[in-house]
């Protein structure tokens, strides 16, 4: 079956410092990828999101890269701030059981301090 | 006004209540789902809905059932609530193919 493993949290950062999330997949097919965030009281909203292999996608300042040689989409940030602090979740989309469903990481909680 | 609108947003009740949660939604999307998300574990999938005549299991249907009662109408029942069905809730919806999901902003259902 599908499934997606990120890194573990929770992540500390201070802010402008450099942020990288792991995130691998196991997936049928040729998924999509997808990452979101969850700020504290609030839904998933996606953030950025790659449709195949070797596509980037970015969005506030993230970037992730689909590649399909490792199954890997690591979220990446140059410098981070204090409104990042969240839980970011990679997910995966892929065909299988004639559904597209979201399979989800178990989400990274990321804390930045000033 | 949201997109994918949850009510309520938060519900404390006791073990073996009723409960129903609703979903509403003006994105004029096909596909909804109705997702748990526990500490630690993520979001797991409970039920999810392609349209108004077609229901589905998820990862973690049992104590749950739903009704689409409209394409933008979505609702999960918990029959008989227990403890361990304390968790946040998040519907969500979707077009077709890969499309990404949109998120409601959650119901956060506790039982005693």
């Known amino acids: ?30 998924p999509s990828l997808f990452w979101y965030v969850q700020y504290p009281g609030e839904g998933l909203q996606l953030l950025l999101k790659a449709t195949k292999a070797d596509d980037k996608g970015s969005n506030k ?3 992730a890269t689909y590649r399909k040689e490792t199954t890997s989409f690591h979220l990446e940030k140059g410098s981070v701030q204090v409104s990042d602090s969240a839980v ?8 299988g059981a004639g559904s597209y469903q979201l399979t989800f990481g178990k989400g990274t909680k990321l804390s930045v301090i000033p | 006004d949201a997109d ?25 999307h096909d ?12 979001l797991r999938l409970i039920y999810y809905s392609f349209d108004v005549k077609d229901i589905n299991k998820g990862e973690i249907s049992d104590g749950y059932s739903v009704s689409r009662q409209a394409q933008a109408k979505f609702s999960l029942s918990l029959e008989s609530a227990i403890p361990n069905q304390t968790a946040l809730y998040f519907c969500a919806t979707s077009d077709f193919g890969f499309q990404p ?10 039982i005693l």
């Not at chain 2, 596909?31 to 993520?42: A, I």
């Open chain 1, 1 to 30: 079956g599908n499934s997606v493993t990120q890194m573990e949290g929770p992540v500390t950062l201070s802010e402008e410092a450099f942020l990288t999330i792991n995130c691998t997949y196991t997936a049928t097919g040729y």
């Open chain 1, 61 to 63: 300042g993230f970037e």
């Open chain 1, 88 to 95: 970011y979740f990679c997910a995966l989309s892929a065909s």
């Open chain 2, 4 to 28: 994918v609108t949850q009510t309520p947003r938060n519900r404390i009740t006791k073990t073996g209540k009723r409960i129903m949660l609703e979903c509403s939604q003006t994105k004029g």
């Open chain 2, 31 to 42: 596909r909804m789902y109705w997702y748990r998300q526990d500490p630690g574990l993520g």
């Open chain 2, 101 to 110: 999901q949109h998120f409601g902003d959650g119901t956060r259902l506790s």
